[in-house]
T-cell receptor, first 113, second 112 residues
Framework: ELKVEQNPLFLSMQEGKNYTIYCNYS?????LYWYRQDPGKSLESLFV?????AVKQEGRLMASLDTKARLSTLHITAAVHDLSATYFC?????????????FGTGTLLAVQP | DAEITQSPRHKITETGRQVTLACHQT?????MFWYRQDLGHGLRLIHY???????NKGEVSDGYSVSRSNTEDLPLTLESAASSQTSVYFC???????????FGPGTRLLVL
């Protein structure tokens, strides 16, 4: 059974600081997705990582994928309040292109002024 | 603009009633998905479809059914609603099996 674990589950950080969210998964997969969810809202796609060593960056967020370690990271640089949200990683269930996603439980990020 | 919509946005029903949640997308995507979101569980896949007349069970499909009669719609039916099905339901679609999924606004369902 594929398990996707995120840590930390809750992260309170100050504006201007850097931090990393980790996403570990239990079976082989080279497809990983990151989403953002604001309170009471839908999910918004952030990154699609489709191969080992993939790195994507958008603004203050950078995501990477290490398929050998079964680990993805979402790095936040110089956090700002607007980044406060819940971040989810998701892994393709069978490791290949099925688009059947198993989600982590999410990381609630609160950026304090 | 192309979009994905869900209706109703909020629903209160009673135990034992049949409930259908609608999902409609205008992107012409072949792949469509239903998830439920509960505290502590993230999102869990209920059913999915790769095209017209194709439906498949996800990890939490018991008590739910879907049908796909056209590309645009994937309605989710709760055959006999139970209190354990109180949740937020999200529909999503994708263009390719590697691509990102685009999520609808969600339906909050309360089963009393």
């Amino acid at each position: 059974e594929l398990k996707v674990e995120q840590n930390p589950l809750f992260l309170s950080m100050q504006e201007g600081k850097n931090y990393t969210i980790y996403c570990n998964y239990s079976t082989t997969s080279d497809r990983l997705y990151w989403y953002r969810q604001d309170p009471g809202k839908s999910l918004e796609s952030l990154f699609v990582l489709l191969s080992n060593g993939a790195v994507k960056q958008e603004g203050r967020l950078m995501a990477s994928l290490d398929t050998k370690a079964r680990l993805s990271t979402l790095h936040i640089t110089a956090a700002v309040h607007d980044l406060s949200a819940t971040y989810f990683c998701a892994v393709d269930l069978y490791g290949g292109a099925t688009n059947k996603l198993i989600f982590g439980t999410g990381t609630l990020l609160a950026v304090q002024p | 603009d192309a979009e994905i919509t869900q209706s109703p946005r909020h629903k209160i029903t009673e135990t034992g009633r049949q409930v259908t949640l609608a999902c409609h997308q205008t992107w012409n995507h072949n792949n469509m998905f239903w998830y439920r979101q509960d505290l502590g569980h993230g999102l869990r896949l209920i059913h999915y479809s790769y095209g017209v007349q194709d439906t498949n069970k996800g990890e939490v499909s018991d008590g739910y059914s879907v049908s796909r009669s056209n590309t645009e719609d994937l309605p989710l039916t709760l055959e006999s609603a139970a209190s354990s099905q109180t949740s937020v339901y999200f529909c999503a679609s994708s263009e390719s099996l590697e691509g990102t999924q685009y999520f609808g606004p969600g339906t909050r369902l309360l089963v009393l």
